[in-house]
């Protein structure tokens, strides 16, 4: 690949000479979210305040695919420290979206989303702190996995939320997002990362539906003998209690650089950073103990109902044109993706349909039974 090859806004850094190794990933592409690190690369976080040393050790989530085969080639664009759905980035491009030229193509991992749907790499990382890679792989007609918090060693990525922020793959297809998964996850710390379950419809016998996710899914469900259960996320009770934890991180984070370089930021993240200043100690520690009761309240209603896992959408909205304000949607455009991440559930986007379970084995499962039932990415709905 050459920097003529790629369309404008989605590289930022090309690599080479990376050592891989051989093994199932062996012939992909892979390309890295600027957050990342890779040895030798800058790691910009999407900004112009980062990256002006080169990383000196490749993160153990790059390290993994490349000794399985997958040949790093690009670090790729994102919105700036990862903080926003639309991938405009001032400093590096906006980043386009392939499929649908004339809407956004999500974020914050938009450049890895993109780089899939463009065919630049077969194979992408990015970060998920509140949707960041489900909302792009939605966007643009990929496929994005979140694990849950804590499952991969996020060494060498630049953080945005430490207790929220994850790192997962994302292809053209949830066959291969399994494969690169069943390499992340061998040797994952504390064994919590599960292979891969085998078996009619992943073993899901009742699955929730929440929202309106796409028929045609639900149909092949349907005739993989799945039982549809209707269930209700509390949505806005989730958001209130997510909101104080994820802006007192980010503020912990940003304190060095936000408000003394402000002006050195996308005025877009700027105005979000502005807005996580001075939450306490003791709301934070509130937010965090409710989250902790709402996930425990759902994973009981799921319990009750015998559900295994949950089919919604990702997008809250017709996905929105190039040009609109990132502020007047990017609430309602990961809608369905934040409960995930608030409440440390593992999720699947194939498309814009969202697969929520409790561990990536189960969302994995269920989405390789509806590929192969036929199941392609879910199009967004285009505003």
Request: glycine share 12%.
């Amino acid at each position: 690949m050459s920097g003529t090859d790629a369309p404008a806004g989605i590289v930022i850094t090309e690599l080479s000479g990376v050592e891989t190794g051989n093994g199932v990933l062996s012939g992909l592409r892979l390309a890295v979210k600027d957050n990342i690190d890779v040895e030798g690369a800058p790691t910009t976080g999407g900004s112009r305040i980062c990256g002006h040393e080169a990383a000196l050790a490749t993160a153990p989530t790059v390290a993994a695919l490349a000794s399985a085969g997958a040949r790093p080639v690009a670090k790729v664009n994102l919105h700036e420290f990862a903080y926003g759905v639309s991938s405009d980035n001032p400093w590096h491009g906006r980043v386009p979206n392939p499929r649908y030229p004339e809407h956004v193509p999500g974020g914050s991992s938009g450049g890895s989303a993109a780089a899939v749907a463009a065919g630049l790499a077969e194979l992408a990382l990015g970060t998920d702190t509140a949707g960041s890679i489900r909302i792009p792989a939605a966007c643009t007609g990929t496929v994005g996995l979140r694990p849950r918090n804590g499952v991969l060693n996020l060494a060498g990525v630049q953080p945005l939320c430490p207790s929220f922020d994850t790192v997962g793959p994302m292809a053209a297809s949830v066959s291969l997002v399994a494969e690169a998964w069943r390499v992340l996850a061998d040797g994952a710390p504390g064994g919590r990362a599960p292979g891969l379950v085998e078996g009619k419809a992943a073993g899901a016998e009742r699955v929730g539906v929440c929202g309106d996710p796409d028929p045609a899914a639900l149909r092949l469900l349907g005739e993989l003998g799945v039982e549809l259960v209707p269930v209700t996320l509390p949505l806005a009770e989730i958001e209130e209690a997510f909101w104080p934890a994820f802006r007192a991180e980010i503020a912990r984070e940003h304190q060095v650089s936000y408000p003394r370089l402000a002006e050195e930021y996308d005025p877009n993240v700027a105005a979000k950073l502005a807005g996580t200043q001075g939450v306490s100690v003791e709301r934070y520690r509130a937010s965090r103990d409710r989250l902790a009761a709402l996930r425990q309240r759902l994973l009981d209603d799921w319990d009750r109902l015998g559900v295994t896992a949950v089919v919604s959408p990702v997008l809250g909205m017709p996905l929105p044109r190039v040009g609109e304000r990132e502020e007047d949607y990017r609430d309602l455009l990961g809608l369905y993706a934040v409960p995930a991440s608030a409440l440390d559930l593992a999720a699947l986007a194939i498309g814009d349909l969202q697969i929520t379970a409790h561990s990536e084995s189960e969302v994995l499962a269920l989405g390789v039974a509806l590929e192969g039932a036929g199941l392609t990415p879910v199009p967004p709905r285009l505003g």
